[in-house]
């Protein structure tokens, strides 16, 4: 399985899961919900939690973290039906995810489908009941924007009729700034206006994490190529059809290209000072992810 994050986070990381296992608690019907144990199946599976993580230590920065749980729980769920969807034969074709079968696999397609929007669902519900209603309204705005049609739909879409294909440098950098970098800079700006942030805090931030989450990416494809289905959790050598950070800069230069993009994202958080140690180290984390 892929590497923990370091042990600072772990507080952080347990009141996730345990918000996570509450908004998906069984209801105790006699009759068993295929869809609702497949959202707990992706949703519940081991993982670093790094998004929600992200909108913790966003609020944290800006002074009040108090708020951000509900937030961090949407992201959780968003992230986790991207990954159901992205899964599917349509598309990437992924038999495993988590060290374990995919969705599609260990529930059927339809199924997976439904949870993947059962999960989305809940995401937005969830913001609407937990914060008032502009705060609710801006964050959920930021959310969609985030899956839509400058976001991840258009990401993945770029991404799937990559396949084959000879792209450049730029469109590949376009496809996954789409695929993961906007989610992570969704995911930093709702942490700060949970916690009442003025712009120029939340425009750092989305620099920090939008240059995080590119770096992010890279690591993946770097882990794809010299990584294992036991280290990573996932099926590997699986975008050799398709043009990725290693195969246009090489191992050594991929690597450097992420650690550039994290040294960017740490000079975001100047205006922080010694509060943003966290981010800070959640960057160094990324950069130096071998597993």
């Known amino acids: 399985m892929s590497a923990p994050l370091p042990s600072t986070f772990a507080g952080i990381q347990n009141d996730i899961a345990r918000a996570l296992e509450q908004l998906l608690a069984p209801g105790g019907a006699a009759t068993p919900d295929p869809v609702l144990d497949a959202m707990r199946y992706t949703l519940l599976a081991p993982s670093k939690r790094v998004r929600a ?3 913790h230590l966003a609020a944290d920065v800006c002074g009040d973290s108090a708020r951000a749980l509900p937030a961090a729980s949407a992201v959780e769920c968003i992230h986790a039906a991207s990954l159901m969807l992205d899964d599917l034969p349509s598309m ?6 988590r060290g374990r079968p995919s969705a599609h696999v260990a529930h059927g397609e339809a199924v997976a489908i439904l949870a993947a929007f059962g999960l989305l669902n809940l995401a937005y519900g969830h913001l609407a009941r937990a914060y008032p209603a502009p705060l609710a309204a801006r964050i959920t705005a930021l959310y969609t924007d985030a899956v839509g049609l400058d976001g991840l739909i258009a990401g993945q879409a770029e991404d799937v009729l990559a396949t084959d294909a000879v792209i450049d440098f730029n469109t590949l950098e ?16 709702a942490g700060a206006l949970s916690a009442g942030a003025n712009e120029n805090a939340i425009a750092s931030l989305t620099s920090y994490a939008k240059n995080l989450g590119l770096a992010f990416q890279i690591v993946d494809d770097l882990l794809d190529v010299v990584g294992t289905e036991a280290e990573t959790g996932k099926a590997v050598r699986a975008d050799a059809r398709k043009m990725t950070f290693v195969s246009f800069s090489g191992v050594d230069g991929a690597r450097e290209l992420a650690n550039d993009l994290c040294a960017t994202a740490e000079r975001a958080l100047d205006p922080f000072g010694r509060r ?6 959640l960057a160094r984390f990324v950069a130096g992810r071998r597993v």
């Open 174 to 189: 376009r496809i996954h700034r789409r695929k993961t970098g906007v989610l992570f800079g969704a995911a930093a700006q």
């Open 53 to 55: 993580v992200l909108v």
């Open 92 to 97: 990437d074709d992924a038999p495993l995810r």
């Open 276 to 281: 943003a140690d966290p981010l800070r180290e």
